[in-house]
């Protein structure tokens, strides 16, 4: 693993994890010395994680030469809702734009006395320091919509990293979205450190294609086969018409050999 600031609480992590070698690295550099190796930092298989915009454009320029889970950032908060808690819909929102000036927070709501209450609870929790105020300020939106139906097309359009939402049934419906919060209790933040969803998610938009890192992203799958004699037979002239169908003569032939031979020909 690779940290730029490392201290106690980073080193148990580590361990917990069960990290062997933990490098004091960060940044593009982090990224070129673990997907092409250092004389002291070894060249790995796979990069996976977040990081600033600069790690997340190395992470591109290196993805040829070596695997990387996905381009993930800037991190970004999408709540649709029609009835929630204004001052919890706002410290939702706040939370989220703390994370960095190019964050993005949005309240999708048909509801315009909702919309109203969330600006104002907005304005009144916002911190003064931090980058909180200017995040909103250049990427918050509050959008009032026709009907809690078009809040969720226009949801399920962005596909954002996180997605907080009122009911189980509009949850039902909101199927493009790195992780989903249902219910006014379900605070976004508690998804970064204690409900048990991994916190590398999908952004800008990469969540209509996939969910957020798991075990999975560590597991290569490879498939083994091997054919009888019956079993090449049997299959033999549905993969020989479609060889022939593609215009790979060579690979009908590769097979045609093969279950000529268990004809006795």
């Known amino acids: 693993a690779v940290c730029p600031k490392v201290d106690?609480?980073?080193?148990?992590?580590?361990?917990?994890?069960?990290?062997?070698?933990?490098f004091r690295l960060g940044g593009a550099h982090a990224i070129a010395a673990l997907a092409f190796g250092t004389d002291t930092v070894p060249r790995v298989d796979k990069i996976v994680g977040p990081g600033n915009a600069y790690v997340a454009a190395a992470k591109a320029l290196v993805s040829r030469e070596c695997a990387i889970d996905f381009h993930a950032g800037p991190s970004e908060i999408v709540v649709v809702s029609a009835s929630g808690n204004p001052a919890w819909i706002a410290a939702d929102l706040i939370a989220q734009a703390?994370?960095?000036?190019?964050?993005?927070?949005?309240?999708l709501t048909p509801s315009r006395p909702l919309a109203a209450a969330v600006a104002r609870a907005i304005l009144d929790q916002v911190p003064i320091d931090g980058p909180a105020r200017e995040t909103l300020a250049a990427n918050g939106g509050i959008v009032l919509t026709r009907t809690l139906g078009e809040a969720i097309e226009l949801c399920q359009r962005m596909a954002p990293e996180h997605v907080v939402c009122d009911t189980d049934a509009a949850a039902e419906r909101l199927t493009r979205a790195g992780t989903l919060f249902v219910g006014n209790y379900s605070a976004q933040a508690s998804g970064d450190y204690a409900?048990?969803?991994?916190?590398?998610?999908?952004?800008?938009?990469?969540?209509?294609?996939?969910?957020?890192?798991?075990?999975?992203?560590f597991v290569r799958i490879s498939t083994v086969q091997r054919l009888t004699p019956a079993g090449l037979r049997r299959i033999a002239p549905a993969a020989v018409a479609l060889a022939?169908?593609?215009?790979l003569t060579a690979h009908a032939a590769s097979i045609e050999m093969r279950s000529a031979r268990e004809d006795g020909r």
């Open 244 to 247: 022939r169908a593609e215009g």
């Open 8 to 22: 106690a609480t980073i080193l148990c992590a580590a361990e917990a994890a069960g990290v062997s070698r933990l």
């Open 98 to 107: 703390e994370h960095d000036p190019d964050a993005r927070a949005i309240l």
């Open 195 to 217: 409900t048990g969803s991994n916190h590398v998610l999908p952004t800008s938009g990469a969540a209509r294609a996939r969910g957020g890192l798991s075990a999975a992203d």
